[in-house]
T-cell receptor
Framework: EAQVTQNPRYLITVTGKKLTVTCSQN?????MSWYRQDPGLGLRQIYY???????DKGDVPEGYKVSRKEKRNFPLILESPSPNQTSLYFC???????????FGEGSRLTVL | QQQVKQSPQSLIVQKGGISIINCAYE??????FPWYQQFPGKGPALLIA?????SEKKEGRFTISFNKSAKQFSLHIMDSQPGDSATYFC????????????FGTGTRLTIIP
């Protein structure tokens, strides 16, 4: 089954404790991206990757890091989480030609 | 800077009625306009999409109307059903801006019996 898998789905952590949200896709997509969803703000892009070893900032990259060492994986790293990073996070991937984004089921992060 | 403006924020429609959600954009480099549907606890999923060379696209009960000169596009859901209750996001892609999809702020649609 074609899918984007994120882990963990739910996480409560404390300020400053480094965490990683993993993302993996099995569709051989070149393009991968991370979004955060907040009430009234919609989906905002954090980082994206056009292919392996190619990453770039989206609209709200502050406080986040990413890497793309393999085509299928695109982890999101919060080096020192803060309460304003409490949000619902989505990983997505697409074939560049079609533009259709396939989303994971989301990771709800709470930073205390 | 919000490049895609979506309205209304929430919408309540009776079963069988027509649901209409509107979006407006400013960037004339946008070349692809999808709508995503999101159910609670799930990620958004592509519902229907249009390219700017056509003014309308219909798939079942869902229609996108596109007005290039006004830089507006809208989603119409005919014969709305309770199963259509979800959050809807419009989006636009800037092909020359690294193919990024910019999303609207979302519309929570509720269909009442």
């Amino acid at each position: 089954e074609a899918q984007v898998t994120q882990n963990p789905r739910y996480l409560i952590t404390v300020t400053g404790k480094k965490l990683t949200v993993t993302c993996s896709q099995n569709m051989n997509h070149e393009y991968m991206s991370w979004y955060r969803q907040d009430p009234g703000l919609g989906l905002r892009q954090i980082y994206y990757s056009m292919n392996v070893e190619v990453t770039d900032k989206g609209d709200v990259p502050e406080g986040y890091k990413v890497s793309r060492k393999e085509k299928r994986n695109f982890p999101l790293i919060l080096e020192s989480p803060s309460p304003n990073q409490t949000s619902l996070y989505f990983c997505a991937s697409s074939l560049r030609v079609t533009g259709e984004l396939f989303f994971g089921e989301g990771s709800r992060l709470t930073v205390l | 800077q919000q490049q895609v403006k979506q309205s209304p924020q929430s919408l309540i429609v009776q079963k069988g009625g027509i649901s209409i959600i509107n979006c407006a954009y400013e960037n004339t480099a946008f070349d692809y306009f999808p709508w995503y549907q999101q159910f609670p606890g799930k990620g958004p999923a592509l519902l229907i999409a249009i390219r700017p060379d056509v003014s309308e696209k219909k798939e079942g009960r869902f229609t996108i109307s596109f007005n290039k000169s006004a830089k507006q596009f809208s989603l119409h859901i005919m014969d709305s059903q309770p199963g259509d209750s979800a959050t809807y996001f419009c989006a636009a892609r800037d092909f020359f801006g690294n193919e990024k999809l910019t999303f609207g702020t979302g519309t929570r649609l509720t269909i009442i019996p």
